[in-house]
């Protein structure tokens, strides 16, 4: 089982619908947690940090459940430009694990 | 600008003549790591350091040698490279020495090895 797993997707949602991705990890030692945007083979970008009291920028929000060892992405009021791929990242010991990633179409 | 760079961005060569991939950054980072990204298995980290002559391996590191003389450089090397080899590999450095902090990553390196 990988440490970090991702549903691939891909999700294909029309324009200004909401929506969620989750990722779970397995390691319990997992320290930080992020989720990050590529775009097409380009170098993958922070899109926010993830902590246990949720937070929130813009339309996007990110939770993080350390009981069930899942973070979360909701997406609200989705836009064109939100397509990418999405990739939930995990620190621990040191080390960056990296989960496959999950692809979103946005449809206009 | 702070950024990361790599070079070269394309490279194609043969099995066995050994390359350097370079990667440099101007933010001051302590946290510098190398990746590869293969289609079906995403991001994987092939070694990574913590500080200047401090690194460790990552869950990839067969085959491939990093060093860290100086803070802001972190070369990439394949002594003899091999087919497998073929990817798109990425640098990246963050602030402090553990990795917590937001990755920058450099544009990539595509490399073929033929």
């Known amino acids: 089982r990988k440490e970090v797993e991702q549903d691939p997707g891909p999700f294909n949602v029309p324009e200004g619908a909401t929506v969620a991705f989750n990722c779970t990890y397995s390691n319990s030692a997992s320290q930080s947690f992020f989720w990050y945007r590529q775009d097409c083979r380009k170098e993958p970008k922070l899109l926010m940090s993830?902590?246990?009291s949720g937070n929130e920028d813009g339309r996007f929000t990110a939770q993080l459940n350390r009981a069930s060892q899942y973070i979360s992405l909701l997406i609200r009021d989705s836009k064109l430009s939100d397509s990418a791929t999405y990739l939930c990242v995990v620190n621990r010991d040191d080390k960056i694990i990296f989960g496959k990633g999950t692809r979103l179409h946005i449809l206009p | 600008e702070a950024q990361v760079t790599q070079n070269p961005r394309y490279l194609i060569t043969v099995t066995g003549k050994k390359l350097t991939v370079t990667c440099s950054q101007n933010m001051n980072h302590e946290y510098m790591s190398w990746y590869r990204q293969d289609p079906g298995l995403g991001l994987r980290q092939i070694y990574y350091?913590?500080?200047?002559?401090?690194?460790d391996k990552g869950d990839v590191p067969e085959g491939y040698k990093v060093s860290r003389k100086e803070k802001r450089n972190f070369p990439l090397i394949l002594e003899s490279p091999s087919p497998n080899q073929t990817s798109l590999y990425f640098c990246?450095?963050?602030?402090?020495?553990?990795?917590?902090?937001?990755?920058?990553f450099g544009p990539g390196t595509r490399l073929t090895v033929l």
């Open positions: 990246a450095s963050s602030f402090g020495t553990s990795g917590t902090g937001e990755q920058f």
């Open positions: 993830v902590y246990s």
């Open positions: 350091s913590m500080n200047v002559e401090v690194t």
